[in-house]
């Protein structure tokens, strides 16, 4: 089974407790065996840094095909992923 949410599970842009409240969503897609998210607007709501370390707190893959990295403009996530479930690959 592969478990996918298409964006926006970060919450309304909001101090600090909804940026902890966030962090527990986090935590439960993870446990809950999200294998990819997407990003979406809410998802950029406290900044690049925050979201790269929720993907790794996430353990599980986003993908965006329309951010870009001011530095050289490649895309700061892949595009789409490929995943190996049950012997058949799904994208």
Do not use: W
């Not at 600090?16 to 446990?31: E, N, S």
């Not at 700061?76 to 479930?85: D, G, N, S």
């Amino acid at each position: 089974m592969l478990v996918v949410d298409v964006g926006d599970y970060y919450g309304d842009r909001m101090p600090t407790p909804q940026k902890k409240h966030t962090l527990t969503v986090i935590d439960a897609m993870r446990m809950t065996g999200y294998g990819v998210a997407a990003v979406g607007e809410r998802e950029l709501n406290y900044g690049l840094d925050f979201l790269l370390d929720s993907e790794k707190r996430g353990n599980f893959d986003l993908v965006c095909a329309n951010l870009k990295s001011k530095k050289d403009s490649s895309l700061v996530f892949a595009p789409y992923v490929i995943k190996k479930i049950g012997g058949v690959r799904v994208g």
